[in-house]
């Protein structure tokens, strides 16, 4: 997939996990050739046959972000999303890699969905779109899914996600699978019988509006079981979208005492409470919900001290007709992949590089994909790059919205920290914030 | 007052404002020709989501007491069950002219979403275990006009017993009688109070309840004016609430030995309907202050004054007070 065209990137910052340094790259051949400062006078001008310019004053140069956490909603619900739509709306974001979740319809439990995702991710060619499996079978938390066929086929992520996995036995076995086939269970953590009919956080606001409440503790429980189960099968496992401050100091309990596990956090579970919900918009509904302040807070501090390795979008479309209904009826979730850096940057409370390292280094080596995505941007790695202005501030309008719905919770509240180009494989792919693909 | 949807959004002086125009609707309702014209070539629309007979009737006879047309949707024979959409059929009435929807429904906040696909006026009949303006708005007449305290009910000590989790009631009217000056204490296991009054980490300023909390009802009989007791749902033991309803009556009911350690005048209300051996233990019609017929009656008057306020002339002080009551 190289391009004949090379690419020179002028006036940036090039952050790497090593530090930053103002430089230019050069790309040829898909990879990146070389990065030094004032590299750029050695080359041809555009005009006389030398190398494609991208001005990238005041913008940082690193490797695309990794979305560990994807509902592209193809197979099954393409009234909400299609995976060539959902890989456009990566790319706006600023990402190489995106993880499809299994919910579909049917789910990917087999190998043949599996390579359906896959190749429509190929067919669609704008970002890697990795295809996760199910625990079990249909999601249904009853039969374990066909880990050693799937995991022949590459497949090295597994998650019932929307669903935690209730059973302790299964989850057992399945873990006993995981440590055999060195691949990486990701659970959605919920006690299911503790949330049953909830639309929200149980709180105080959920009290003051009569809604069933979803409690932390409901979370907790599965989290504190799987640590366990982890610390005595030694399974790698990765934690879905935390959302409470106890979870965080759980995390960082066990990476204290060396449990092989990492945990994500969405951007809307950092940067949104379960006030918004006072108005009753669907919109907010998402699974697990808006918590607390204390909660926003906790995630922030994990975010920052390295306890939660990755920022996961969660990214949830859900077509108008769906979300237009009343809130115990509409689907929870909401769009992430266009808005995830502005939020970073804007909430997080986090560097430039530590933003980076939980959008793409770390999930990247999570996701097992670092043969692609998340390395640094130095002489012989492949050019999987993102070009973003950290500084920008911007609001984000339905027009802007490239996903097939359009629920997004950001209208109107302000994102810092804006993607302008984005290069896959050598390849210039967004131009000044549009796909030229 | 576009719309009705949550005591919330009342002040004390518009729910005393109701209270003062539910007397004259009250009294439209004891002459012999109990109607007026005020409404005349208005359109209200009850659309019940959910079962509901009383408060359905309720609102019908107050909107024919002042001459509106209705029509009724209900859920059971109604298109949602053909699969459209609830947006759509709200959009569907409305074109066909409706002035003013009444709607119930299982999903807190459903009302509010209304007000985007209408420029009907809404009344909330209930949403979820949300809110029911209206029951909290008779309530606040019925118990202010029985003790004879204008429209106010400072000091008045008042119970509320039951699953106050779980109810519109309890959101509702616990707000109307606290804005009178009321004293509310909820009565309940912890089970069944809303989360944030039993876990102390759920902390937050901008929902406080102002009640006291109690456990035990016998211990708080001896020192109130009024019980309110709620309904007890029979399915809420399957969710663990409750050990079953002959426990909960056991400690929670209103028996006639618990009725013995009320003061001789005490007042006694139940939204209805009843469940009789449950909450309720002794025969309402035998105790001297029960409230409890006249909280139906008053529902009427209380309708009538909310529809009033909201489609009637009477809203933009067009018409006199004699010019409605023609």
């Known amino acids: ?38 590299i750029a006078a050695k080359y041809a001008a555009e005009s006389e046959g030398g190398p494609q310019r991208i001005d990238a004053t005041s913008c940082v140069i690193t490797s695309a972000f990794v979305d560990l956490h994807t509902h592209l909603r193809e197979p099954g619900r393409e009234e909400s999303e299609t995976i060539e739509t959902g890989s456009r709306a990566a790319v706006l974001g600023g990402y190489g890699a995106v993880v499809a979740m299994p919910n579909t319809e049917p789910a990917q439990d087999s190998v043949a969905v599996v390579e359906f995702v896959r190749m429509q991710g190929e ?53 006993e699978y995981a440590k055999e086939l060195n691949i990486t269970l990701m659970q959605h953590c919920e006690v299911s019988r503790l949330t ?87 919109v907010f509904k998402v699974n697990p919900p808006l918590r607390t302040m204390e909660d926003v807070e906790a995630l922030r501090t994990g975010m920052q001290d390295g306890t939660i ?58 996701a097992g994909l670092t043969a692609r995505q998340g390395n640094a941007v130095a002489a012989g790695n492949i050019a999987n790059l993102v070009v973003f202005n950290p500084a920008a501030e911007w609001e984000q309008s339905l027009e802007q919205i490239v996903s097939k719905s359009h629920n997004t919770p950001y209208l109107g509240l302000p994102l810092q920290g804006q ?16 796909i030229t693909k | 007052m576009k719309h009705l949807l949550s005591m919330d959004d009342l002040s004390l002086g518009e729910l005393q404002q109701l209270l003062s125009l539910a007397d004259e609707m009250s009294e439209i309702q004891k002459r012999s020709q109990p109607k007026v014209p005020a409404l005349r070539h208005k359109t209200v629309a009850s659309l019940f989501f959910e079962d509901s007979t009383r408060t359905r009737l309720s609102f019908e006879t107050a909107a024919k007491r002042l001459s509106a047309d209705t029509m009724t949707f209900s ?9 459209e959409s609830l947006r759509d059929t709200v959009e569907t009435l409305s074109a066909m002219g409706v002035d003013a929807f009444v709607v119930r429904h299982k999903t807190a906040g459903l009302p509010l979403a209304m007000t985007q696909w209408t420029d009907a006026h809404i009344v909330n009949a209930g949403d979820g275990a949300h809110q029911h303006p209206t029951q909290a708005l008779l309530d606040a007449f019925t118990l202010t006009r029985a003790l004879e305290m204008g429209n106010s009910l400072a000091g008045v000590r008042i119970a509320m017993v039951g699953d106050i989790r779980h109810s519109r009631v309890a959101r509702s009217t616990v707000r109307a009688f606290v804005l ?33 909390i109690s456990h035990h009802l016998d211990e708080v009989l001896g020192e109130v004016d009024v019980v309110y007791l709620l309904r007890m749902q029979h399915e809420r033991m399957n969710a663990a609430f409750i050990s079953s309803v002959g426990e909960y009556a056991l400690h929670f009911g209103l028996t006639p030995k618990r009725m013995a350690k009320l003061p001789h005048n005490f007042k006694l209300m139940h939204p209805g309907p009843m469940n009789h051996g449950v909450e309720i233990g002794v025969d309402p019609a035998l105790v001297p202050g029960s409230l409890i017929t006249q ?32």
Not at chain 1, 314 to 333: R, S, T, V, W, Y
Request: with cysteine; glycine share 8%; proline share 5%.
């Open chain 1, 123 to 175: 067919r669609a060619g704008l970002v890697d779109v990795v295809p996760s499996a199910c625990i079990t079978v249909n999601r249904a938390g009853l039969q374990l899914g066909p880990f050693h066929s799937l995991t022949q086929n590459g497949v090295t992520l597994y998650t019932d996600d929307g669903n935690g996995v209730q059973d302790p036995v299964i989850m057992r076995r399945a873990m």
């Open chain 1, 419 to 434: 993607v302008q180009y984005v290069v896959r494989d050598g390849k210039v792919i967004l131009e000044a914030g549009v």
């Open chain 2, 75 to 83: 859920a059971a024979s109604s298109s949602v069950n053909k699969g």
């Open chain 2, 295 to 326: 909280q139906v009656t008053n529902g009427v008057s209380i309708r009538m004054a909310v529809l009033l306020s909201l489609l009637g002339p009477a809203a933009t002080s067009e018409m006199t007070k004699e010019e409605r009551n023609v």
């Open chain 1, 196 to 282: 049953e009919g909830a639309v929200m956080h149980e709180g105080c606001c959920s009290s003051h509006l009569g809604l069933p409440g979803w409690p932390s503790i409901a979370e907790v429980l599965m989290l504190q079981r799987d640590l366990e189960l982890v610390r005595e099968t030694g399974a790698k496992m990765h934690f879905l979208h935390l959302s409470t401050a106890r979870s965080v100091e759980l995390i960082r309990q066990a990476k204290n005492e060396g449990l092989p596990v990492t945990a994500e956090v969405t951007p809307h579970h950092f940067s949104l409470t379960d006030e918004k919900l006072t108005g009753f918009n669907t």
């Open chain 2, 180 to 212: 009178l000056g009321a004293q509310v204490t909820l009565v309940a296991p912890a089970s069944l109070l809303p989360p944030s009054l039993i876990y102390s980490n759920a902390t937050h300023t901008s929902h406080e309840w102002p009640v006291s």
């Open chain 1, 309 to 366: 390795d990755a920022i996961a979008t969660d990214h949830a479309p859900h077509a108008a007709h769906l979300k237009d209904q009343d809130l115990l009826a509409a689907p929870p979730g909401m769009l992430g992949l266009q808005s995830a850096l502005g939020v970073a940057l804007k909430y997080s409370g986090c560097s430039v590089q530590r933003v980076i390292d939980l959008m793409s280094w770390a999930p990247a080596r999570i």
């Open chain 1, 1 to 38: 997939m190289s391009s004949n065209k090379s690419v020179l990137i002028t006036g940036g910052t090039v952050v790497n996990a090593s530090g930053e340094v103002l430089a230019d790259v050069m790309i040829d051949q898909g990879v990146v050739q070389e990065v030094g400062p004032n």
